[in-house]
Structures are given as C-alpha cells and as structure tokens.
C-alpha cells in the first residue's frame, strides 16, 4: 500500500498539472490513470495535432504538451502508475481515502490518500472491444488490444483488427522483426486511415508477401479444445473466410468511459461531478475534482480552465493536509520555499 498526500485520478494534462500545483504547496503526489502513458485524450487521441491556445505557447502538439508538463513536474517526483483503473475509494476512520486500482480486471494496487484529485476528463480512455459471443476468456493469453508480450510472437499465426495508425503500425512493426509466422490485417474498408510513411512501409511489406490484408468485419470466432484457433470474416461483396489464428491483436482506437466514477457516491449531475469552485471540492470531504469530468455555472471544457481549477484545488487540498501552514499568498518570482521546492535553489 501507497501512502500519500495526494492521489490524483488522471495524467491528461490538467492531472499532470494538478501534480505541479499540489508540489509548489509541498505536498507529495501520486498519479493514476487507465492508459499506458501520460497525456490522456491529447496524447492518446491527437499527439500531432496544434494547439493554440496554451497561455504563453503560440503553437504546441498534444505530445509536446505533455513532454513540458512532465519537465514541469519532474522536481516533485510524483509516482506513476500507468494501466491501473481506480475502482473504488472507501473513506477511513481517520478521514483518509482507501484507493483501490485494477488491471485487466484484477485487483492491482492500493493507496492511502489524504486528499483525492479527481481529474478524469470525459473518462477513462479504453480500448473499444472487439464485442463476440465467446471471445472474453481469451483476453491476456490469445486476445490483446495492445502490443502483446514479444515471446507470444514467434512462429505464430497473427490476425490484427483495425485500419488505424497504431494497428497498421504494429503490423510494419511485427512484419519488420520477423518474428511470427504470418500476419493479417483485417479492417471493414479497403483504405486504410493512417499515416503516409507508414502507409508506405506497410505497402512495401504487403508487396513482399509478409503482411497480408482482408477488407471485411469478423463476425465470429473460432475454437477448439479451450482455444481460439480462428475467425470468420464477411467480405464488403458478401463473402465468408475463415482465417485461422494464434493470437488476435485488436486496435480499434479508444474511447471514454466514466466508468467507476460514477460509483463513488460523489454527487452527479448530468453524469458530472458537481463542485465547490472556491476549492473545486465534491460532495465528499477531502475529494477534489478538476478538467472535463466537473460541471458548474459557466464551466468551459478548455485546458486552460481545467489548469485554474488545478491551482484552486491545490490550494484547498494543501489546506486540509496541512491546516496550520501560512495562508499568504507566495510567488515563484520571489518565494525561496517555492523555489526550493522547484529545485531553483538549494534546500535549507
């Protein structure tokens, strides 16, 4: 078990700048979120697209920007727990929080928190599934919906879902080692969505007969002896193939779901975390929330709000851990506590 000052729900870039709000008060962080890296929907759904309006920054990509907000937190170092799903918190007789993650469905890790920063956006960012009678009990041994351990690959009979840059991506990728035994990439429409250089390699390999691609949806699977052995595909001119398989890779991108959320007894309206915007406090003691998850009169679902609603939070966060310490306000610019705390200058 974890303890800590703070657990905050979330590494999209209003979580990841709630960690550098709750440093600068001195309180110690940990992050959670259910993707497999930091930045949440701008590193997960646009890493290469501009943003234009982040205070001060005239132009940056969702990956750049989380790049810079990692620098900005990296003096604090918060701990990072990547592919963990917080389902459920229970509040303590003390009043801390008992914060339990899962992977895969299973039980992963656990935190003691004496505060919570809710900052999951529009949810958590899961892979959408690949829905088939009978597929579930696959999951983690023939099914993956990301890239498999690299000891699965070896002389293997690979079957990809998905017309997107990460699936066509990892076919380059698994054609490139050279390691399975075939690879076919299976996607509803003859044009693939994804970008021109890899668009270009893919080719190159199709050409050279180490990747293989089928137009077509699958429909069903097939099994034997407690295994996946195969699927069946419906071509767009109405036909059935069966492709035989040892290991289904499924990218069909992600979406959000509020998921656990919407559990946790917190006060909701219209599937929304109602807040106190003097602290953006929930329903429930020692709870924060923050970014495209809360709603109040006049929310706007921008970045920059979300980072206001981070300092706020901090701030009433850093109230209830430590309710003794000075009220007055310091300034980067000229606090040598805030500039100890960033590292700028020694440590007394």
């Not at 901090?314 to 960033?342: I, M, N």
Request: aromatic share 6%.
């Amino acid at each position: 078990m974890i303890q800590t000052d703070a657990l905050v729900i979330g590494a999209g870039p209003v979580g990841l700048f709630t960690v550098f709000q709750l440093g600068l008060q001195g309180l110690q962080a940990q992050v959670v979120d259910v993707l497999d890296a930091p930045g949440g929907q701008c590193a997960a759904l646009y890493p290469d697209k501009p943003i234009y309006d982040i205070p001060g920054v005239p132009v940056c990509s969702g990956r750049e920007l989380t790049q810079n907000l990692l620098r900005q937190i990296a003096p604090f170092s918060p701990g990072c727990h990547w592919d963990q799903l917080v389902s459920s918190l229970e509040v303590q007789a003390d009043g801390r929080w008992l914060v339990s993650t899962e992977r895969k469905h299973q039980p992963c890790q656990q935190f003691l928190a004496r505060t919570v920063v809710v900052a999951a956006g529009v949810g958590a960012f899961v892979p959408k599934e690949l829905k088939l009678d009978g597929l579930g009990p696959f999951l983690g041994q023939q099914l993956f919906y990301k890239a498999p351990p690299p000891e699965l690959v070896s002389d293997k009979d690979i079957v990809i879902v998905g017309g997107e840059d990460e699936a066509v991506a990892q076919a380059v990728h698994l054609a490139q080692a050279c390691q399975a035994r075939s690879i076919t990439l299976v996607y509803r429409r003859e044009v693939l969505q994804a970008s021109e250089d890899t668009l270009a390699e893919f080719a190159v390999l199709r050409d050279a007969g180490r990747i293989h691609f089928q137009a077509g949806q699958i429909t069903g699977i097939q099994t034997n002896d407690q295994r996946l052995t195969g699927v069946t595909v419906s071509t767009p001119d109405d036909q059935t193939l069966n492709l035989p398989l040892d290991l289904l890779l499924v990218f069909q991108g992600i979406s959000p779901k509020l998921g656990p959320v919407a559990q946790w007894g917190l006060a909701m309206e219209r599937k929304q975390l109602t807040v106190d915007t003097a602290s953006f406090a929930t329903s429930a003691p020692g709870i924060f929330a923050v970014g495209d998850v809360i709603t109040y009169p006049g929310k706007k679902k921008l970045i920059v709000c979300g980072f206001h609603e981070a300092t706020l939070a901090a701030f009433g966060a850093a109230a209830l851990v430590h309710p003794e310490a000075s009220t007055v306000l310091q300034y980067t610019t000229s606090s040598a506590l805030l500039q100890q705390r960033l590292g700028v200058l020694p440590a007394p």
